[in-house]
C-alpha cells in the first residue's frame, strides 16, 4: 500500500501539523500505515527542525510520500518513505494600475 500528499503552509509548526493530519487520514484509508506513519512522522519532524521559517508572505510546500508491502508469510517485504520540502516565494506586489490610476507608463 502507498500514498502521496502535499501540503502548503506559513510556518513550520503548521507544516508539521498538516502531515500529522494527512498520516491520519491514510492510516484511517489504510490501516497497514499504522506501522510505518510514526517513523514517517518524525523524519518530517527533525528536516523541519533544521528548516527556516518561511519569509513573510512565503510558504513551505512538503510532499510526503509512503510504501509498505509484505512478502512471503505476512513478514515486512519493503518499506519506502520520501520527503521534499521547498519553499513558495511570497508575490511580488502589482505595480501595473496602481489605485491611484497611474500605470507607471
Known amino acids: 500500500m502507498s500514498f502521496s500528499f502535499n501540503v502548503k503552509a506559513a510556518s513550520r509548526k503548521e507544516a508539521y501539523?498538516?502531515?500529522?493530519?494527512?498520516?491520519h487520514k491514510v492510516c484511517d484509508l489504510q490501516p497497514v500505515h499504522e506501522?510505518?506513519?510514526?517513523s514517517i512522522a518524525a523524519m518530517v519532524r527533525e528536516y523541519l527542525e533544521i528548516a527556516d521559517e518561511p519569509a513573510e508572505g512565503a510558504q513551505i510546500n512538503m510532499n510526503v510520500a509512503g510504501s509498505i508491502w509484505f512478502g512471503h508469510e505476512g513478514k515486512l517485504g519493503g518499506v519506502t518513505a520520501s520527503f521534499q520540502l521547498s519553499y513558495i516565494a511570497a508575490p511580488k506586489p502589482s505595480t501595473i494600475g496602481d489605485s491611484d490610476g497611474d500605470d507607471g507608463a
Open 17 to 23: 501539523g498538516m502531515v500529522e493530519a494527512e498520516l
Open 35 to 38: 506501522k510505518d506513519a510514526p
